[in-house]
């Protein structure tokens, strides 16, 4: 409730774009329906759709009478009303898909479900998401992948999420990190250009939209977009 409360805030007393995220986790179909009815009717359009995960330890089990996975999910909301749906995407392939391959047929279901585009798992090899672009094109999918960014201020802690997500971590990566354990200014400072350059790579590469993983540290997203200039516009 709380979340729904603040989402609803932005779009009603902002100039903000909010989305708000719903899983299949831990509730029916009425009650999904139920909670994006009331984002529709408070001005929210946007939905990050997502099957969820089950809690450490257990593997995945659809609720009752709920939304099995994410494409049901997206078809559901999309009978509710017609909102903007982002999706999951994953380049390294999502850890409980059987092969690469059934995973980009599961991202094409979602988005013919009626998504709108896909949202990457992050990723640190740029190669990795190009290919990854060039095997959508492959299957037919020609909605928006955008680029998940992580800036990663702790290496202990980006190492632990990718273990878990299925994400490789360069070697290169973790020598930028060597000898900073005590240093949490230099570790901000590997973080916020080791994204900049990041983005910098795929916009060469013709990438023009980007979504950030802030893991509540949304000073290190912000520095990353002054360095790419991207400032608030002056005061008037």
């Not at 989305?19 to 831990?26: K, M, Y």
């Not at 059987?98 to 998504?115: F, H, I």
């Not at 632990?160 to 360069?170: D, E, R």
């Amino acid at each position: 409730m709380r979340t729904h409360t603040t989402v609803a805030r932005i779009a009603q007393e902002t100039g903000l774009i909010p989305a708000a995220h719903l899983t299949c986790v831990g509730a029916s179909r009425d009650e999904v329906d139920d909670v994006a009815r009331q984002y529709w009717e408070a001005g929210v359009r946007h939905i990050v759709a997502l099957r969820g995960d089950p809690p450490p330890g257990e593997a995945y089990e659809p609720h009752p009478g709920g939304y099995a996975y994410a494409a049901d999910l997206v078809a559901g909301l999309k009978r509710v009303a017609d909102f903007e749906i982002s999706v999951a995407a994953y380049p390294e392939t999502h850890p409980a898909a059987l092969n690469a391959g059934a995973d980009l047929d599961n991202l094409k279901r979602k988005l013919d479900a009626g998504a709108t585009r896909a949202i990457t798992q992050f990723f640190f090899d740029t190669s990795v998401y190009l290919h990854f672009l060039d095997r959508c094109l492959a299957a037919g999918i020609t909605a928006p992948i955008v680029p998940g960014i992580l800036p990663v201020s702790n290496y202990a802690q980006a190492v632990k999420i990718s273990a878990m997500c299925g994400t490789s971590v360069p070697d290169w990566l973790g020598h930028l990190f060597d000898g900073t354990d005590d240093d949490q200014e230099i570790r901000r400072l590997v973080a916020t250009v080791v994204a900049a350059e990041q983005v910098r790579l795929l916009q060469a590469n013709g990438v023009d939209e980007f979504h950030f993983y802030t893991l509540n540290r949304p000073d290190l997203t912000y520095a990353i977009a002054h360095i790419l200039g991207v400032r608030p516009a002056a005061p008037g």
